[in-house]
């Protein structure tokens, strides 16, 4: 009896002990003598960790410089797709734009039926201004189709295959087509030349020709409809000694960069051949 | 080999002469490159098929081209003409022939051009097709006479390996 009691006013000395600790530590009157005792040991634990892990890295880095070298790799990969990808979508948005101007072109005549195609190509000699396109006979393109874009005429087709067509540009030196000048109301000819410029010729002398006069196809000849737009007046050259006038004209095309046309299907040029004495 | 061969080259050159070629110009002259291929290889000794090569040639820029037929029908095996006459004189610097040949066919092909379309009613000024095109044709087909030669002598190298004598 008298050793149980001893035990027991043990136990009860020892739980008092431990319910006093953890009071202390619960009300936070024991953090700074833990602390005291701790921050030396996690300084130890600090110096010990910093050493092992340049340790590790010591043995580990070569490793990690060749999985880097792979990552590296295959992201730069990942990057030229990308980039490869970014020009290909720059190139089918400018390439839709260009669509979408047609269309606007095409829905603001809607009496005319138009085939769109894409230039695939220039004539191989420099003497002559003639484009490739990617429509031919299967598509129902003839010779002797006008040819636009957006903006205005480009030429007529002069030569077809199955797949392809040749068309002639307006800036060919072998162009003469007829049109009319809004503003000074007459009828002349525009002329193509080797250098890709292109003039109006055989206007009337008793007509003032006007810069930025606006030159528009007149339909004569049955060649071209009427009506499509040319370009402007640039800058007249009256001459007194001269029997008809002239004038350099700027085109409202830009035949260096022409991606895309509309061939318009429906008109049929006039043969007037067998007409000609 | 050397004859088959003459299908996707020469195809392959049309099309590089009609898209890439085509737009790169000196004023408005702009390069040959059949024209220049024809005589380069026509300048490789150990080609045996060059009158094939030229034919096909002349054939394919007629029929690609808006120029009249005749004028590379005429001009190619003229070229080819020339060269088998030159290489028996002067066969010791190939490197010299291809740019004899360059400007003779160069001013012989533009000169052709210039007078067809005269005769098909498409009048030149005689002034301004020599300033602005022939004089300009004749100095950038010089610019890649060099390595479209180098290309050809390569390429007739591998088609027609030289045997060693032992």
Same mark, same amino acid.
């Given at each position: 009896?008298?050793?149980?009691?001893?035990?027991? *006013?043990?136990?009860?000395?020892?739980?008092?002990?431990?319910?006093?600790?953890?009071?202390?530590?619960?009300?936070?009157? *024991?953090?700074?003598? !833990?602390?005291?005792?701790?921050?030396?040991?996690?300084?130890?634990?600090?110096?010990?960790?910093?050493? =092992?892990?340049?340790?590790?890295?010591?043995?580990?880095?070569?490793?990690?410089?060749?999985? *880097?070298?792979?990552?590296?790799?295959?992201?730069?990969?990942?990057? @030229?797709?990308?980039? @490869?990808?970014?020009?290909?979508?720059?190139?089918?948005? =400018?390439? =839709?734009?260009?669509?979408?101007?047609?269309?606007?072109?095409?829905?603001?005549?809607?009496?005319?039926?138009?085939?769109?195609?894409?230039?695939?190509?220039?004539?191989?000699?420099?003497?002559?201004?003639?484009?490739?396109?990617?429509?031919? @006979?299967?598509?129902?393109?003839?010779?002797?189709?006008?040819?636009?874009?957006?903006?205005?005429?480009?030429?007529? !087709?002069?030569?077809?295959?199955?797949?392809?067509?040749?068309?002639?540009?307006?800036?060919?030196?072998?162009?003469?087509?007829? !049109?009319?000048?809004?503003?000074?109301?007459?009828?002349?000819?525009?002329?193509?030349?080797?250098?890709?410029?292109?003039? *109006?010729?055989?206007?009337?002398?008793g007509v003032t020709l006007v810069q930025g006069d606006l030159i528009?196809?007149?339909?004569?000849?049955?060649?071209?409809? @009427?009506?499509?737009?040319?370009?402007?007046?640039?800058?007249?050259?009256?001459?007194?000694? =001269?029997?008809?006038?002239?004038?350099?004209?700027?085109?409202?095309?830009?035949?260096?960069?022409?991606?895309?046309?509309?061939?318009?299907?429906?008109?049929?040029?006039?043969?007037?051949?067998?007409?000609?004495? | 080999?050397?004859?088959?061969?003459?299908?996707?080259?020469?195809?392959?050159?049309?099309?590089?002469?009609?898209?890439?070629?085509?737009? +790169?110009?000196?004023?408005?002259g702009s390069v040959d490159l059949v024209l220049l291929w024809v005589?380069?290889? &026509?300048?490789?000794?150990? +080609?045996?098929?060059?009158?094939?090569?030229?034919?096909?040639?002349?054939?394919?820029?007629?029929?690609? &081209?808006?120029?009249?037929?005749?004028?590379?029908?005429?001009c190619y095996p003229f070229i080819t003409i020339i060269e088998k006459?030159?290489?028996?004189?002067?066969?010791?610097?190939?490197?010299?022939?291809?740019?004899?040949?360059?400007?003779?066919?160069?001013? +012989?092909?533009?000169?052709?051009?210039?007078?067809?379309?005269?005769?098909?009613?498409?009048?030149?000024?005689?002034?301004?097709?020599?300033?602005?095109?022939?004089?300009?044709?004749?100095?950038?087909?010089?610019?890649?006479?060099?390595?479209?030669?180098?290309?050809?002598?390569?390429?007739?190298?591998? +088609?027609?390996?030289? #045997?060693?004598? #032992?």
């Amino acid at each position: 009896m008298k050793r149980l009691s001893q035990r027991t *006013l043990q136990s009860i000395t020892i739980g008092l002990i431990i319910l006093g600790v953890l009071a202390l530590a619960l009300s936070g009157l *024991l953090n700074q003598i !833990v602390g005291k005792v701790i921050d030396p040991l996690v300084a130890v634990q600090g110096w010990f960790a910093s050493r =092992t892990q340049a340790m590790v890295e010591f043995f580990t880095v070569p490793r990690d410089v060749a999985t *880097l070298r792979q990552e590296n790799a295959s992201l730069k990969d990942q990057v @030229s797709q990308l980039q @490869s990808e970014l020009l290909a979508a720059r190139q089918q948005l =400018t390439e =839709t734009d260009i669509l979408y101007a047609l269309l606007d072109f095409a829905r603001a005549k809607p009496e005319n039926k138009y085939v769109a195609a894409s230039v695939i190509g220039r004539d191989p000699s420099p003497f002559v201004k003639y484009i490739i396109v990617d429509h031919g @006979s299967d598509d129902g393109i003839v010779k002797g189709m006008p040819v636009v874009t957006q903006q205005g005429l480009v030429g007529k !087709v002069v030569a077809v295959t199955a797949t392809a067509a040749r068309v002639q540009l307006i800036t060919d030196p072998g162009s003469i087509l007829n !049109v009319h000048l809004e503003e000074a109301n007459t009828d002349c000819q525009v002329v193509g030349s080797v250098t890709g410029d292109v003039s *109006l010729e055989m206007v009337n002398p008793g007509v003032t020709l006007v810069q930025g006069d606006l030159i528009l196809t007149s339909g004569l000849g049955g060649l071209y409809p @009427s009506d499509i737009l040319i370009g402007q007046v640039l800058s007249p050259e009256n001459s007194d000694s =001269t029997l008809f006038q002239k004038a350099t004209v700027q085109p409202v095309v830009d035949f260096v960069n022409l991606k895309a046309v509309l061939i318009i299907t429906n008109f049929r040029p006039v043969d007037y051949t067998p007409l000609v004495p | 080999m050397g004859t088959l061969l003459a299908f996707p080259i020469i195809f392959i050159l049309l099309v590089l002469q009609t898209t890439l070629f085509s737009q +790169v110009t000196l004023l408005h002259g702009s390069v040959d490159l059949v024209l220049l291929w024809v005589a380069a290889w &026509s300048l490789q000794k150990q +080609v045996t098929s060059a009158w094939f090569w030229t034919i096909l040639a002349a054939i394919a820029v007629a029929y690609i &081209s808006a120029i009249p037929w005749y004028v590379p029908v005429i001009c190619y095996p003229f070229i080819t003409i020339i060269e088998k006459w030159i290489n028996k004189r002067v066969w010791q610097s190939p490197l010299l022939m291809m740019f004899l040949v360059t400007i003779i066919s160069s001013i +012989v092909s533009n000169g052709l051009s210039y007078v067809a379309l005269a005769l098909s009613g498409v009048a030149i000024p005689l002034k301004t097709g020599l300033v602005q095109v022939m004089i300009p044709s004749v100095l950038i087909n010089l610019l890649l006479a060099l390595p479209v030669f180098a290309i050809a002598r390569d390429t007739a190298q591998w +088609v027609y390996p030289l #045997e060693v004598v #032992e």
